[in-house]
T-cell receptor
Protein backbone atom coordinates (compact mmCIF):
# COMPACT_ATOMS: atom_id res chain seq x y z
CA UNK A 1 0.00 0.00 0.00
CA UNK A 2 1.27 3.46 -0.88
CA UNK A 3 2.37 5.68 1.93
CA UNK A 4 3.12 9.27 2.79
CA UNK A 5 4.77 9.52 6.19
CA UNK A 6 5.07 12.70 8.22
CA UNK A 7 7.76 12.48 10.86
CA UNK A 8 5.82 13.93 13.78
CA UNK A 9 2.19 13.74 14.74
CA UNK A 10 2.34 16.48 17.34
CA UNK A 11 4.95 19.18 17.79
CA UNK A 12 5.28 22.06 20.25
CA UNK A 13 7.81 24.78 19.47
CA UNK A 14 8.69 28.17 20.88
CA UNK A 15 8.29 31.46 19.07
CA UNK A 16 11.38 32.27 17.02
CA UNK A 17 12.57 28.68 16.69
CA UNK A 18 13.46 27.21 13.31
CA UNK A 19 11.15 24.27 12.69
CA UNK A 20 11.52 21.39 10.24
CA UNK A 21 8.56 19.27 9.17
CA UNK A 22 9.54 16.17 7.25
CA UNK A 23 7.55 14.20 4.71
CA UNK A 24 8.57 10.99 2.95
CA UNK A 25 6.72 9.08 0.22
CA UNK A 26 7.46 5.60 -1.03
CA UNK A 27 5.64 5.78 -4.38
CA UNK A 28 8.26 7.42 -6.60
CA UNK A 29 5.86 10.34 -7.13
CA UNK A 30 7.22 13.42 -8.83
CA UNK A 31 4.83 15.91 -7.24
CA UNK A 32 4.77 16.76 -3.56
CA UNK A 33 2.79 19.38 -1.68
CA UNK A 34 2.54 21.09 1.68
CA UNK A 35 -0.81 22.41 2.89
CA UNK A 36 -1.95 23.86 6.17
CA UNK A 37 -5.42 23.12 7.47
CA UNK A 38 -7.30 25.59 9.65
CA UNK A 39 -10.94 25.48 10.80
CA UNK A 40 -13.23 27.29 8.40
CA UNK A 41 -10.44 27.83 5.88
CA UNK A 42 -9.99 24.32 4.53
CA UNK A 43 -6.59 23.44 3.11
CA UNK A 44 -4.33 26.18 1.83
CA UNK A 45 -1.33 25.47 -0.35
CA UNK A 46 2.01 26.60 1.05
CA UNK A 47 4.56 25.18 -1.39
CA UNK A 48 4.81 22.39 -3.91
CA UNK A 49 7.48 20.65 -5.93
CA UNK A 50 7.42 18.99 -9.34
CA UNK A 51 10.82 17.41 -9.14
CA UNK A 52 13.99 17.20 -7.12
CA UNK A 53 15.41 20.65 -6.29
CA UNK A 54 12.37 22.31 -7.88
CA UNK A 55 9.83 24.25 -5.85
CA UNK A 56 7.02 26.68 -6.41
CA UNK A 57 5.16 28.98 -4.07
CA UNK A 58 1.59 28.25 -3.29
CA UNK A 59 -1.01 30.66 -1.96
CA UNK A 60 0.51 31.34 1.48
CA UNK A 61 4.31 30.90 1.30
CA UNK A 62 5.25 33.78 3.61
CA UNK A 63 7.25 32.61 6.61
CA UNK A 64 7.95 29.20 5.07
CA UNK A 65 10.55 27.59 2.85
CA UNK A 66 10.98 24.07 1.50
CA UNK A 67 13.69 21.64 0.53
CA UNK A 68 13.60 18.71 -1.87
CA UNK A 69 17.04 17.16 -2.18
CA UNK A 70 15.74 13.66 -2.89
CA UNK A 71 12.65 12.59 -4.78
CA UNK A 72 11.07 10.84 -1.82
CA UNK A 73 11.52 13.62 0.75
CA UNK A 74 9.94 17.07 0.94
CA UNK A 75 10.69 19.22 3.96
CA UNK A 76 8.80 22.28 5.15
CA UNK A 77 10.82 24.84 7.10
CA UNK A 78 9.46 27.54 9.36
CA UNK A 79 12.35 30.01 9.44
CA UNK A 80 11.26 31.69 12.66
CA UNK A 81 8.11 30.17 14.10
CA UNK A 82 5.30 32.49 15.13
CA UNK A 83 2.05 31.83 16.96
CA UNK A 84 0.00 32.39 13.79
CA UNK A 85 1.71 29.33 12.33
CA UNK A 86 -0.01 27.11 14.86
CA UNK A 87 -1.92 24.75 12.59
CA UNK A 88 -2.31 21.28 11.15
CA UNK A 89 0.21 20.68 8.35
CA UNK A 90 -0.55 18.11 5.68
CA UNK A 91 1.87 16.69 3.15
CA UNK A 92 0.71 15.01 -0.06
CA UNK A 93 2.20 13.43 -3.14
CA UNK A 94 0.87 12.59 -6.59
CA UNK A 95 1.89 11.29 -9.98
CA UNK A 96 -0.59 13.49 -11.79
CA UNK A 97 -3.92 12.14 -10.61
CA UNK A 98 -5.33 12.11 -7.12
CA UNK A 99 -3.27 12.92 -4.08
CA UNK A 100 -2.09 10.63 -1.29
CA UNK A 101 -1.97 12.46 2.02
CA UNK A 102 0.02 11.91 5.16
CA UNK A 103 -1.70 11.85 8.55
CA UNK A 104 -0.66 15.39 9.34
CA UNK A 105 1.48 17.18 11.90
CA UNK A 106 -0.28 19.33 14.46
CA UNK A 107 2.13 22.14 15.27
CA UNK A 108 1.64 24.42 18.25
CA UNK A 109 3.85 27.48 18.56
CA UNK A 110 3.95 28.96 22.06
CA UNK B 1 -8.44 32.63 -9.92
CA UNK B 2 -9.67 29.19 -8.95
CA UNK B 3 -11.93 28.72 -5.95
CA UNK B 4 -14.24 26.17 -4.37
CA UNK B 5 -17.24 27.00 -2.20
CA UNK B 6 -18.86 24.42 0.07
CA UNK B 7 -21.88 24.60 2.27
CA UNK B 8 -21.06 25.33 5.87
CA UNK B 9 -21.45 22.66 8.47
CA UNK B 10 -21.87 20.89 10.60
CA UNK B 11 -24.49 18.80 8.89
CA UNK B 12 -26.25 16.57 11.40
CA UNK B 13 -28.31 13.65 10.14
CA UNK B 14 -29.90 10.53 11.52
CA UNK B 15 -28.72 7.16 10.30
CA UNK B 16 -30.25 6.15 6.90
CA UNK B 17 -31.06 9.77 6.00
CA UNK B 18 -30.28 11.21 2.57
CA UNK B 19 -27.16 13.35 2.32
CA UNK B 20 -26.37 16.27 0.05
CA UNK B 21 -23.30 18.46 0.48
CA UNK B 22 -23.22 21.33 -1.99
CA UNK B 23 -20.07 22.35 -3.83
CA UNK B 24 -19.65 25.00 -6.50
CA UNK B 25 -16.47 26.11 -8.18
CA UNK B 26 -14.86 28.87 -10.18
CA UNK B 27 -12.13 27.93 -12.60
CA UNK B 28 -10.75 28.75 -15.99
CA UNK B 29 -10.77 26.01 -18.56
CA UNK B 30 -11.85 22.50 -17.73
CA UNK B 31 -10.86 21.43 -14.24
CA UNK B 32 -11.03 17.97 -12.70
CA UNK B 33 -13.17 17.77 -9.57
CA UNK B 34 -12.67 15.72 -6.43
CA UNK B 35 -14.22 14.86 -3.10
CA UNK B 36 -11.92 13.97 -0.24
CA UNK B 37 -12.91 12.66 3.19
CA UNK B 38 -11.06 13.12 6.47
CA UNK B 39 -11.93 10.81 9.35
CA UNK B 40 -11.07 11.94 12.87
CA UNK B 41 -7.33 11.97 13.50
CA UNK B 42 -6.42 11.02 9.95
CA UNK B 43 -5.24 12.62 6.74
CA UNK B 44 -7.43 13.11 3.69
CA UNK B 45 -8.49 10.21 1.49
CA UNK B 46 -9.77 10.45 -2.05
CA UNK B 47 -13.47 9.58 -2.10
CA UNK B 48 -14.36 10.11 -5.74
CA UNK B 49 -13.50 12.21 -8.76
CA UNK B 50 -14.73 13.35 -12.17
CA UNK B 51 -12.54 14.64 -14.94
CA UNK B 52 -14.99 16.07 -17.47
CA UNK B 53 -18.47 17.52 -17.73
CA UNK B 54 -21.38 15.13 -17.05
CA UNK B 55 -19.04 12.52 -15.56
CA UNK B 56 -20.35 10.88 -12.40
CA UNK B 57 -17.88 9.83 -9.74
CA UNK B 58 -18.98 7.19 -7.25
CA UNK B 59 -17.52 5.23 -4.35
CA UNK B 60 -18.84 3.60 -1.16
CA UNK B 61 -22.40 4.68 -1.98
CA UNK B 62 -21.42 8.33 -2.50
CA UNK B 63 -21.98 10.01 -5.86
CA UNK B 64 -21.26 13.37 -7.46
CA UNK B 65 -21.91 14.60 -10.99
CA UNK B 66 -19.75 17.20 -12.73
CA UNK B 67 -22.20 19.90 -13.88
CA UNK B 68 -20.45 22.45 -16.05
CA UNK B 69 -23.57 24.52 -16.68
CA UNK B 70 -24.05 25.15 -12.97
CA UNK B 71 -20.33 24.82 -12.05
CA UNK B 72 -21.29 22.35 -9.34
CA UNK B 73 -20.18 18.99 -7.97
CA UNK B 74 -22.61 18.15 -5.17
CA UNK B 75 -21.95 15.08 -3.05
CA UNK B 76 -24.87 12.74 -2.37
CA UNK B 77 -25.53 9.51 -0.54
CA UNK B 78 -28.85 7.77 -0.30
CA UNK B 79 -28.52 6.35 3.20
CA UNK B 80 -25.81 7.54 5.58
CA UNK B 81 -24.27 5.49 8.37
CA UNK B 82 -22.67 6.52 11.65
CA UNK B 83 -19.33 5.50 10.12
CA UNK B 84 -19.72 8.24 7.49
CA UNK B 85 -19.18 10.89 10.15
CA UNK B 86 -16.18 12.86 8.91
CA UNK B 87 -15.16 16.11 7.24
CA UNK B 88 -15.71 16.24 3.48
CA UNK B 89 -13.68 18.47 1.18
CA UNK B 90 -14.49 19.42 -2.37
CA UNK B 91 -11.47 20.24 -4.55
CA UNK B 92 -10.55 21.15 -8.09
CA UNK B 93 -7.45 20.67 -10.20
CA UNK B 94 -7.15 23.16 -13.04
CA UNK B 95 -6.96 21.91 -16.60
CA UNK B 96 -4.07 24.27 -17.29
CA UNK B 97 -1.53 26.20 -15.27
CA UNK B 98 -0.64 25.29 -11.72
CA UNK B 99 -0.94 21.57 -11.10
CA UNK B 100 -2.13 21.77 -7.52
CA UNK B 101 -5.49 21.13 -5.91
CA UNK B 102 -7.59 23.99 -4.61
CA UNK B 103 -9.80 22.93 -1.71
CA UNK B 104 -13.04 24.17 -0.26
CA UNK B 105 -13.36 24.91 3.44
CA UNK B 106 -14.72 21.47 4.31
CA UNK B 107 -18.10 20.31 5.64
CA UNK B 108 -18.35 18.32 8.84
CA UNK B 109 -20.95 15.55 8.76
CA UNK B 110 -22.26 14.08 11.98
CA UNK B 111 -24.49 11.02 11.72
CA UNK B 112 -26.45 10.05 14.80
CA UNK B 113 -27.69 6.51 15.49
Amino acid sequence: DVKVTQSSRYLVKRTGEKVFLECVQDMDHENMFWYRQDPGLGLRLIYFSYDVKMKEKGDIPEGYSVSREKKERFSLILESASTNQTSMYLCASSLGGGYTFGSGTRLTVV
Amino acid sequence: GNSVTQMEGPVTLSEEAFLTINCTYTATGYPSLFWYVQYPGEGLQLLLKATKADDKGSNKGFEATYRKETTSFHLEKGSVQVSDSAVYFCALKPGTGRRALTFGSGTRLQVQP
